[in-house]
Each structure stands twice: as C-alpha cells, then as structure tokens.
C-alpha cells in the first residue's frame, strides 16, 4: 500500500539536512542518558527552550555570554516526527495532553514539553502585539514607558526577519482555508491569510505533530540549533525543581533528570542571572517552589479558549492539505472580543468533532473530506488562577464569564450562518441542548438561542498569560519593568506569565519579542554581584 | 496505575459501540484495534489522573443501561443497537461529568481508530459522494 502521506517519502529520501540534524558535538546533554550528578556553572542559566526561552537564549549567547539552556523534556529531531496524533501526545505534550483547566467547565489545556516547547507543535500564527494592548498596559497597568510598540518594533522586525514571516502562498492555502476566505469575505468579515513563521510549507496539514519537514520555523529548527553553534548548551530531560536563592538573589538552578530511575541532582549555577521562561502554567509554580512571596504570584491567570464548529459540504475540502491554520478574522476583535480561524485537524481528531457515535458517526468520517472546520477564539475577560496541587502538579483554575460566553456565541452565530451560506448540509454546532446537527439556515436561530452556561460548549485553551504579572511595584505585581523579579535580584521571567493582560490575537510573537526586549535589557545592565 | 482486564474489556465493549464495522463507510470497526497495548501505552505515559478518569470513564459506560435506559443490566449484556442507544443518551446526558466521560473515551479510542491503516488512508482517500446516514440528523437528545 501507498502511503497516504506522500511527504513522508519525499522526507524519507530528502538528502536535504534538518538544522537540528547536525548540532555541534556535545552541546545536547540528555540527562535522561547523562552520567549525574552534574554541577556546572553559566553567565545565565534558561529555564524552558519555548518560544521566550529559546529567544532568551539566543540573544544572550549573541551577545558573548555562556548560557545554558535547562528543558524538561526531549529533543525530539525532525526526522523522527510521527505522523499518529497518539504517539505524537504522549511524546511531544505534557501530560500527554491530559492537561485540563479546573473549574465550571472541563478545558483542556494543551502545551508543548519538549525543546522547542509548544512551538513544536503550534500553526506558526504570527501576530505583533495589538496597539490598544501595548496602550492599556501602559495606561491601565501603569507600564507608562517601559513596554511600548516603539521598544517592540525592531525586535518584531528581526523575528520576522529570522522566521521568514510571510502570508500563507496560493499553493499551500488548501479548501478549508479558501473556502472560509470567500464566505468571511461575503458577510463582510474582512478576512485575512494568515502570517506565518515558515520556509517552504508544503501544506501538509501536520503542524500538531511537529513539522515532517522543518518547514514550520519552531524554536526546535531555529532559535535552540542556533543557540547551540553559539556555544549555548542545552540541558534535556533536565526538570527544574527550583531556583536556588542565595542572598536574595537567583544564584543558579536545582532539578532532576527524567524518564530514569536514579533521578540524580543536576545543579546548574548561574553567575549573572536564571531566566525562567517555563511558560505560564510552569514559571509561577517554579517561583513559588523557589520561595519567591507576592500576592499577584498565581492570580490574574488569562487564556483565549477557542470553541469549533464543523460543517459538510457537498464538494471536496479536503483539509488535510494546506496550512493547518491558513485564514482568519480579527475584525470582531474590538467590537465582540472575538477572532475566526481556520483548523484543519489531523484524522485522528476528527472523530472528536464529529456528533454522536455508532453507525452515523462512522459514516460521518467516511465524509471527512467534505468537512470544513472553523473556530471562534475569545479574548476572554475572566482571570484564573495558576497553584500547586497537593500532589505537586500545576493547577489551574479558570471559568468564562456571562460576558464572555455571549461573545463565544456570537461567534458561533456567525460560523453557522457563513457555513451554511456556504451550501453546507450540515452544521455541527456542538452546543449542549442544541440539536447535534443543523441542516437548515433557519436553525440559526437556534445558536442564537443558545444557552450560555459554559458546560453547553466544548472549548480548548492553547493560549495562556499572566500569573506572574508586571508592575511597577511589588504591591502591583510580581515581575518589574526590566523583568526581574520584585526584591530577587538577578531571577527574571520572560514568557508570558507576565503580561499583564491576554491580547485577542495569537502570542507566540508578542511572547518572543517581550522575550527578546527582556534579553538585550538584561544584557545591558551592569552584573549584580553576589 | 494500570489498566486491569475487566478495564481492557470495557474498553473493548465501549469501543466496539463507539466505531462498529461499518460496509458503506469502509472503515474497519474498533474489533480490528489493539485497544490492551495502546491502553498499556497511555497508563505509561499519562498522569494518574487521566487513567484514573478513564477507569472511571469505562465502569459509567459499562453501566450506562441502568443510567440512561432504566435497566438493570450491563452494556455487555445488551444487543447491538441497544448498546448503541445507552451510550448515545449518555454522551447527551444531562449531566454534565457523565457527558464529559464518554466524550473523553471517544476522543481517546478515535487517536486509535483514526490512525488503524486502512481508516485513516480511506479518511484521506479521494472524495466520493456523501455518504446516506441512518439516523435523523436532527434528532434533539
Ligand atoms: C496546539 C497549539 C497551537 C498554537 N498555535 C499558535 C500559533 O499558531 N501562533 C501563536 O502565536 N501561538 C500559538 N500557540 C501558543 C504558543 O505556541 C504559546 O503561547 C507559546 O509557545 C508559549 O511560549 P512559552 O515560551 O511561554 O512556553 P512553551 O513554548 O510552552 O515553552 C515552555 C517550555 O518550558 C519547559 N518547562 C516547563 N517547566 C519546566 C521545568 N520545571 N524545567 C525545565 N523545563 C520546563 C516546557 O517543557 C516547555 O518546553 C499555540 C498553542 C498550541 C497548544
Ligand atoms: S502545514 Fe506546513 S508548516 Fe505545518 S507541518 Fe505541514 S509543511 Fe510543516
């Protein structure tokens, strides 16, 4: 049999070198391999190789010092990127994506746990950082001068430099995404392609399970190898228990390897400073286990969940080829907090869209290539919070609000009607008390109904802010405007935990460019001695 | 934790309701799955607490006659489409944990179902006409 992923062939005979095939010898210590304990000592010691760690670490080696990079999970290479949703969770996510928000609703909450963190497995969706946001952190949060769109532009600028950020191309854009342009389009939504970080997307719908062809421009084929032929060196299956603080201030790290018997000790010194960027579930958890005290440590925790909607049509979709996310909308994001994306899931999540079981559901995916999937993101107003559980694992707390589940189901109005504008013979709204499957453009009316109880909707979070927020003061928050941590001198955090507010839009951009601004501030400041 | 038999064979039974052998759509039934070894995989792999949630998930759907359709009686004992018919009304159950439960077990045993050779070459197959579905689609739960 041929495979039905033609790409894996064309991989298989590339002769074509992935940037993660030939990293300089012994710059990648497994500790889950390593001979422990290991006791070494750095300029900065990064906590996370994500989006903001492995930023961080790239312009700190640029800029002459050592660095180490410390990342929880493995080195996955390219060339070992399964295909199969299941393996590619249990290998690639943390928790093997049995990771869930607590509270009115069951939220699963996706992140990567491997180097390169959820960049590995992201769309590449590249947004700057909205002018309002940048604008209500300074004047709301009290930010003033400190984070403003002028301190963020070259930053954003040499990203999409480095990235090669650039609209999805006419060969790549695939019906899913060609089909939302055209019906957005007619009501008047404005639609947009989206940007990416990419170099020769060969639209193969894969990006969840790591990018067959390190096309996707991942921290994993990017900023980590980079690092690395710096003279960086990375630290994998290395979990950080805690910063060690001495004096007041971060002096180095303490962790254990995983995926082996003999956990071991791995402590890594730091002598200019720890730059904890762990993400926004993790860092919080590392401070507080560090013995970092502030009041704001853990609150005001935001997410953007994202809610589907899946239709059938009479022609062929086939979303299984293209940019896995390739068009959206942001026109409603001022007025309804809202934004349209496309998604194209991979086979085997289908099932999960599709209503009901049995026989129908079965015939269901056998019209798989009929189906088109679309997803209302929110900006969601309510704030959560991020603990530790009592068996040691990271809790996070967090339900919509009225408001925003009214948003929400704006957007699903919207959905349904351009779906079934589209000719669509059914819509699946997946809305508890709804009828499963629409089949007519009067049953609008009914997601109009809709109720708002949160617990009707099935809804995912993949973009996660604050917990660690910023402020000038330690009375407002946990982290200053250089990004150190309030009273810890040399302990900085530089992911998205300390955004003070979610933004509407995709972060990956806006967590690397706050990473980068941090990294050449740190950079410049003179060395607080211990 | 681990999955035990009586877990290995609920889920087999669950499954087996979730994803039938199906001619027209052909697609090969869960029967075809090696549900024990990817099961053994996930109790490998995944936090306590989800295979904890999934025993639990497995034990409800074992019992859902008596949830959903008032009899005393286990899934296993029921035919075919009655089996279909508790588990359909427990995945629109009212409540909403119980919902949730099934939901959970076929989002986890479709990353099997989906990734067997043969389903997920003919889900990525050329497009053919759409297929005829038995039940009314509009059907209120
Ligand atoms: C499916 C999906 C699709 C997405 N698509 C997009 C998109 O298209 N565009 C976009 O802008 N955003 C997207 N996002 C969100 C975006 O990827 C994340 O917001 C971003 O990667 C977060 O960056 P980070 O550095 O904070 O965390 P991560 O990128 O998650 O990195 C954190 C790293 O820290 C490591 N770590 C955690 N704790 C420890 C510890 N104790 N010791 C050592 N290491 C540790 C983790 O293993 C991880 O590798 C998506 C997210 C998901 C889940
Ligand atoms: S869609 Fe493009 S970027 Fe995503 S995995 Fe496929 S080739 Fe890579």
């Known amino acids: ?530 | 934790m681990r999955f035990t038999i009586g877990d290995h064979r609920a889920a087999r039974i669950t499954c087996e309701t979730i994803f039938p052998h199906d001619d027209h759509a052909e697609l090969a039934g869960a029967e075809h799955l090696d549900i024990e070894n990817f099961l053994d995989d996930i109790a490998a792999h995944a936090p306590w607490r989800a295979v904890l949630a999934l025993k639990v998930a497995f034990l409800v759907c074992m019992v859902s006659p008596l949830l959903t359709l008032g009899r005393f009686a286990t899934l296993e004992s029921l035919a075919p489409e009655y089996r279909e018919k508790a588990l359909y009304k427990l995945l629109y159950h009212p409540n909403y944990f119980l919902r949730q439960l099934v939901a959970v077990i076929k989002g986890v045993s479709a990353l099997l179902y989906s990734a067997y050779p043969s389903n997920r070459a003919r889900i990525l197959s050329a497009p053919r006409p759409l297929l005829q579905l038995i039940r009314s689609p509009s059907k209120v739960p």
């Not at chain 1, 990203?159 to 854009?173: I, M, P, S």
């Not at chain 1, 669509?424 to 709804?434: C, D, M, S, T």
């Open chain 1, 1 to 530: 049999m041929t495979s039905p992923y033609p790409l894996d062939e064309a991989r298989l005979n590339n002769p074509q070198r992935f940037a993660d095939d030939d990293l300089p010898e012994g710059s990648v210590i497994d500790c889950a391999a390593a001979q422990l304990p290991i006791d070494e000592a750095y300029d900065f010691v990064v906590i996370g190789s994500g989006a903001s760690g492995a930023v961080a670490a790239h312009e700190l080696t640029s800029a002459g010092f050592s660095v180490a990079i410390a990342e929880e999970g493995p080195y996955v290479r390219t060339r070992e990127f399964k295909k199969e949703v299941g393996s590619a969770f249990l290998k690639l996510f943390r928790d093997g994506s049995f990771q869930a928000l607590e509270g009115r609703v069951f939220m699963p909450v996706i992140q990567g746990r491997c180097v390169g963190g959820t960049t590995v497995v992201n769309s590449a969706i590249a947004w700057r950082t909205p002018e309002d946001v940048v604008d209500e952190w300074a004047t709301q949060f009290g930010l003033g001068d400190a984070i403003t769109m002028r301190a963020l532009e070259p930053h954003f600028e040499a990203l999409e430099h480095d990235l090669n950020v650039h609209a999805v191309v006419d060969e790549v854009l695939g019906g899913n995404n060609a089909l939302f342009m055209k019906q957005a389009g007619a009501v008047g939504l404005y639609p947009t392609r989206i940007k990416r970080y990419e170099r020769g997307c060969k639209g193969s719908s894969q990006c969840l399970t790591g990018c067959p062809t390190a096309a996707k421009q991942g921290m994993n084929v990017t900023y980590v190898p980079w690092t690395l032929a710096l003279g960086g060196r990375l630290f994998c299956n290395y979990r950080v228990e805690r910063i060690e603080l001495a004096g007041g201030r971060a002096v180095g790290v303490i962790g254990s390897a995983q995926s082996r018997r003999d956990k071991g000790t791995i402590r890594l010194r730091a002598k200019r400073g720890v730059i904890l960027a762990a993400s926004t579930v993790q860092s919080p958890n590392i401070l507080r286990r560090s013995g970092v005290c502030n009041r704001h440590l853990g609150q005001h925790f935001q997410t953007h969940p994202g809610c589907g909607m899946g239709a059938v049509l009479d022609q062929d979709i086939n979303m299984y080829f293209g940019a896995t996310q390739g068009a959206e909308s942001i026109h409603l994001r001022a007025s309804e907090r809202i934004k349209f994306e496309t998604i194209s899931m991979n086979p085997e999540l289908v099932p999960v869209r599709c209503p009901g079981l049995g026989v129908d559901l079965v015939r269901r995916i056998g019209n798989a290539r009929h189906l088109a999937i679309w997803v209302t993101i929110l900006r969601s107003q309510a704030e959560g919070t991020v603990s530790q559980g009592w068996t040691g694992r990271d809790r996070v707390v967090f339900s919509p609000t009225k408001r925003d589940m009214e948003h929400v189901r704006a957007g699903q109005v919207y959905l349904a009607r351009m779906m079934f504008d589209a000719g669509a013979r059914e819509v699946w709204p997946g809305i508890y008390g709804l009828p499963p499957v629409l089949t007519s453009p009067d049953q609008v009316k009914l997601v109009e109904e809709a109720p708002l109880e949160p617990r009707a909707y099935t809804f995912i979070a993949s973009h996660l802010f604050g917990a660690a927020r910023m402020a000038r003061t330690a009375t407002g928050g946990v982290v200053d405007t250089t990004f150190a941590v309030h009273g810890v001198p040399n302990l900085f955090v530089v992911d998205s935990s300390v955004f003070p507010t979610n933004l509407g839009v995709n972060p990956q951009h806006s967590i690397m460019a706050m990473s980068r601004l941090a990294s050449h501030r740190i950079a410049d400041a003179p060395p607080t001695l211990a």
